[in-house]
């Protein structure tokens, strides 16, 4: 600053030596003459009253225009105070929503709402508010559903639409669509969601809902490939993104329960390790044998049970009429070599000789099973195995354990 200082100084003193040097070196005069008047002046004093009046005229000049200007920048000023004031309202409001006091916000929202920007101009069409009003707009919308005002709700709603042209078109879309889906109102967020266009669908956020819009509607393949999508693009988690994935796969599952053929070619064709899940192969295993669908559920289950071993399985293995029984009673008898105690194999193994009417081989797997792990079923498959054979002492000896086992399907017999 010092320096700074200094240097104008020496500009300053710079000019005064040169203006006094020139001074001296014109000596002329200028002379007027206005008879019977006759004025003489130096021609340096005439050039100083020349600036001199030339900088009067320029501040008299700039002193017309701004005031000729002063409405105007009043008019700009308290635009200005305006717009800042309510920058601050609409920041008040979003922070009380956020805060979940939304009967406030409203009330915020409502002033703001009632306030003229110009002598006939409401904010929401005043070009100048558009950010304000926008903010103001979704928030209240929000917080008109969150409170259940049906009737606020519509009218921020074409508030909001009246911003559309200011660049809110894609925020209020989103808007509506979480509101659709918080209501479980799919096929109006599905409305919604087609008037988004191609780009804006293709963003992470619009595919999170897209993705709860097709749960909602049971659409389990769309809801797949969205799952699928977003743990490519790492939006979600491999642990986030795999009950996602199963979900949906039950739920195709269960669409193609009555068409064994597409069942299994869906099985064949999904992820490693979605078919290695206990579950989903346990319910496509179900869906094939109620659906009379034996040689491919046996496929299934034989395929899961070589590589992972779930007991659970053997149920809708044993329990399919039909197909090749002899192949599933040696597939069975392979698999008890590595696992001679589990009853669930003991007592798949009893149920496929039953039908088989191997009966020596099914009474002895079936008491193999009830000495490991007694169960209803067992019990009364071995009753009525007995029944069979005519041994009725023995048969109601199994028939009254499986009634102490509370077993809803055993008859009561003395």
């Known amino acids: 600053m010092m320096l700074r200082a200094l240097l104008w100084l020496l500009i300053i003193a710079a000019l005064a030596t040169g203006g006094a040097l020139l001074g001296r070196l014109t000596e002329g005069y200028v002379l007027w003459v206005l008879p019977p008047w006759r004025v003489e002046l130096s021609f340096n004093l005439f050039v100083l009253l020349q600036l001199a009046?030339?900088?009067?005229?320029?501040?008299?000049?700039?002193?017309?225009?701004?005031?000729?200007?002063?409405?105007?920048?009043?008019?700009?000023?308290?635009?200005?105070?305006?717009?800042?004031?309510?920058?601050?309202?609409?920041?008040?409001?979003?922070?009380?929503?956020?805060?979940?006091?939304?009967?406030?916000a409203l009330k915020l929202a409502d002033a703001f709402a009632r306030e003229k920007v110009g002598a006939d101009e409401a904010p929401f069409a005043h070009q100048r508010d558009e950010a304000s009003a926008g903010i103001v707009a979704l928030t209240a919308l929000k917080a008109a559903h969150a409170l259940r005002d049906a009737e606020r709700s519509a009218l921020w709603q074409a508030r909001a639409a009246a911003l559309d042209e200011c660049g809110w078109r894609s925020a209020r879309l989103m808007t509506l669509l979480q509101i659709a889906l918080e209501e479980r109102d799919f096929a109006?967020?599905?409305?919604?969601?087609?008037?988004?266009?191609?780009?804006?669908?293709?963003?992470?956020?619009?595919?999170?809902?897209?993705?709860?819009l097709a749960q909602g509607e049971n659409d389990w393949a769309e809801a797949l490939r969205i799952a699928r999508l977003l743990e490519r693009r790492h939006a979600l988690s491999a642990d986030q993104a795999r009950p996602l994935r199963l979900a949906a796969q039950r739920g195709l599952i269960m669409q193609l329960a009555a068409e064994p053929a597409q069942l299994m070619r869906h099985w064949r064709g999904m992820a490693a390790d979605e078919r290695a899940d206990?579950?989903?192969?346990?319910?496509?295993?179900?869906?094939l044998a109620a659906a009379g669908a034996c040689a491919e559920c046996a496929e299934l289950v034989e395929a899961f049970l070589d590589v992972h071993w779930e007991p659970a399985l053997l149920d809708a293995y044993a329990a399919c009429p039909g197909g090749d029984e002899v192949g599933r009673i040696a597939h069975c008898e392979?698999?008890?070599?590595?696992?001679?105690?589990?009853?669930?194999?003991?007592?798949?193994?009893?149920?496929?000789?039953?039908?088989?009417?191997?009966?020596?081989?099914?009474?002895?797997y079936l008491e193999a099973a009830l000495a490991v792990a007694p169960s209803c079923a067992a019990h009364l498959e071995l009753a009525r195995l007995l029944d069979r054979l005519e041994r009725p002492d023995e048969a109601a000896r199994h028939y009254r354990a499986a009634a102490a086992l509370a077993c809803p399907e055993a008859p009561r017999k003395s």
Do not use: M
């Open 278 to 287: 206990a579950q989903l192969a346990r319910l496509a295993a179900r869906q």
């Open 334 to 364: 392979k698999w008890l070599t590595h696992h001679p105690q589990d009853a669930d194999l003991l007592f798949a193994l009893g149920r496929l000789c039953l039908r088989r009417e191997l009966w020596g081989k099914a009474q002895s």
């Open 53 to 104: 009046l030339l900088a009067a005229g320029y501040l008299l000049l700039r002193l017309i225009i701004n005031t000729l200007r002063l409405p105007a920048v009043v008019a700009a000023y308290r635009a200005r105070r305006a717009k800042e004031r309510r920058a601050r309202v609409a920041s008040e409001a979003l922070r009380l929503f956020w805060e979940g006091r939304y009967s406030q």
């Open 188 to 212: 109006r967020a599905r409305e919604v969601y087609h008037e988004l266009n191609p780009q804006e669908r293709r963003r992470i956020s619009v595919l999170r809902l897209a993705l709860r």
